[in-house]
């Protein structure tokens, strides 16, 4: 047998190295779940387009692909031209296009209804209206003007087997309106619903798989609320129409339908009890029973793990006390919060509602009338809306809460009450929450209910890394397929090559 002497320094050495190598492989595991969030952007594309000239928009298509468009002015606007490119998973044009329709047309909404894209267009004569259609996969582009009267400005626009349903708001009337156009006849027709002069449109869902669109109306006279669900076939005929009720001392606020037959929808949103404005919890009820009663379907913000999260642990734990408190003395709950809902997600288990919550920020204005200071007015005028946090709830098909998270969303405020982050479930069952900040995309990760209190943010990239943003204009995010999403928006790149240059981009960004 044979013996090889190994001086002790060797070995020593040798230990060192395996120890050094097993703490790389431990630390690696460990790291790289966390590693894994970092989104990636595999693919770029810059289009030398103009912020000045040109007004944009991109569509996330069924297909995988995207569809571009874009309006480019003349310096005086006495015409334009109004173009469409379809792209591939990678970034690569498919087709391209423009379409002739007045110049002072500007884009409204979008509707896809495979294998089209519908668009709307509105003129500075506000009873005029421009619909493109725009097959999608053979990029042949088709439109028609249509006159509506009554009709001032569109809220909402979907489309069932190729007809139109448009709210709309009446200046005469000062009420938002459901209409109905005939496409190929160019017919139109109000629809019956609002009765109430405080009545309003909660939701609008075109379902082509049971041939309907149905209408949620959250109706008011001032002291109580109550949801109705109207249904209309393409032509704009009533198939049903049922009323929703509540328990006792609940309001119903505000709510999503579901797609699917009548034995199946379920209504999903928002209650209140102390007030007509502010939201105390959420509610699910199947459109069927006609009445918010089974037990269960009233889910108050105490009930959810981390509605509260936005706050610090201890304003959290305090609020969460007091709140108990009036409970337990029988009194309504005290926290209010108003919300603006998303659109329905569904998922394979069911579905997801999100929600941002904002409250109206104010500034104060004091004006003074001559020397006399005590004739003054103090008035408060309203600057903007103001988000909190945003919350993402998971209900099963039968509408029952399997779990919620929260967004925190800071100094995040705009002027108009708009959507202003973008919502997206991803194959593996998480659930992205998104919105663009100049050059960064500030995002969160929802692994279901699970908190998670780091920021996370990533850097929109350029093509090099020597290049440097100098401006970012009108960003925004998509949802595009599977994991992947969309950045998009105007900059001003200072490149050491080429000097300074202006584009629109599309950054693939994948989680």
């Known amino acids: 047998m044979l013996y090889i002497a190994v001086p002790d320094s060797a070995l020593n050495l040798l230990f060192m190295v395996l120890l050094r190598y097993l703490l790389s492989c431990i630390f690696f595991f460990l790291l790289y779940p966390l590693m894994a969030q970092e989104p990636a952007q595999p693919i770029r594309l810059e289009l030398p387009l103009e912020y000045e000239k040109t007004d944009a928009d991109l569509i996330a ?3 995988s692909s995207l ?13 334009a031209t109004f173009n469409f490119t379809k792209y591939n ?38 009873q005029q209206y421009t619909i493109v259609r725009v097959n999608y996969v053979t990029g042949q582009l088709q439109h028609k003007r249509y006159k509506l009267d009554q009709i001032e400005a569109v809220y909402e626009f979907v489309v069932l087997e190729g007809n139109y349903f448009i709210i709309g708001h009446n200046t005469r009337e000062r009420k938002p309106q459901l209409w109905h156009i005939h496409a190929r006849t160019g017919k139109t027709q109000q629809l019956p619903s609002i009765y109430g002069d405080q009545s309003t449109f909660s939701d609008l869902l075109a379902d082509p ?97 981390n509605f509260f999260k936005y706050l610090k642990p201890r304003q959290e734990e305090r609020l969460r006390r007091r ?34 919550v904002y409250f109206p920020q104010y500034i104060s204005n004091n004006n003074s009338f001559g020397i006399d200071r005590a004739i003054s007015m103090g008035r408060r005028q309203q600057e903007g809306y103001k988000r909190t946090h945003a919350v993402a709830i998971a209900f099963d098909a039968q509408g029952k809460l399997l779990w919620d998270n929260i967004f925190p969303l800071k100094g995040l405020v705009t002027a108009q009450l708009v959507h202003t982050i973008e ?14 900040d100049e050059e960064k995309i500030i995002y969160q990760v929802m692994d279901q209910g699970r908190y998670n209190e780091e920021e996370t943010e990533t850097e929109v990239l350029t093509y090099a890394e ?16 599977g994991n992947h999403f969309a950045a998009f928006g105007f900059q001003r790149i200072k490149s050491k090559e080429d000097g300074f240059r202006t584009v629109f981009y599309i950054n693939k960004i994948s989680f």
Do not use: C
């Open 209 to 305: 798989e049971n041939g309907r669109v149905d209408a949620v109306l959250a109706e008011s006279n001032g002291r109580i609320t109550r949801l109705q669900v109207k249904a209309f076939d393409a032509m704009g005929k009533l198939l049903d129409n049922r009323f929703i009720l509540q328990q006792e001392s609940r309001n119903l606020l505000n709510a999503e339908v579901s797609p699917g037959d009548s034995t199946r929808k379920l209504l999903l949103g928002t209650y209140g009890t102390r007030d007509l404005q502010n939201v105390q919890g959420f509610f699910t009820a199947p459109l069927a029973a006609g009445l918010v009663d089974e037990e269960g379907a009233f889910y108050s913000m105490l009930q959810l793990k």
């Open 67 to 79: 569809l571009l468009y874009y309006k480019i002015n003349t310096l005086w606007q006495t015409s």
């Open 89 to 126: 998973t990678r970034l690569e044009p498919a087709w391209a296009d423009t379409v002739s329709i007045p110049p002072d047309s500007e884009f409204l909404r979008q509707y896809t209804e495979a294998p089209y894209t519908y668009f709307i267009f509105g003129e500075e004569n506000r």
């Open 466 to 481: 020597s290049d440097k943003i100098q401006d970012t204009i009108a960003p925004g995010i998509i949802k595009w397929y």
């Open 423 to 436: 919502v997206g479930w991803l194959p593996d069952g998480r659930v992205v929450m998104a919105y663009p």
């Open 61 to 63: 298509l069924p297909d």
């Open 323 to 356: 709140e108990g408190s009036r409970l337990k003395q029988g009194k309504k709950l005290g926290y209010r919060y108003r919300l603006l809902l998303h659109d329905l997600i569904v998922t394979p288990t069911g579905y997801v509602l999100a929600a941002e």
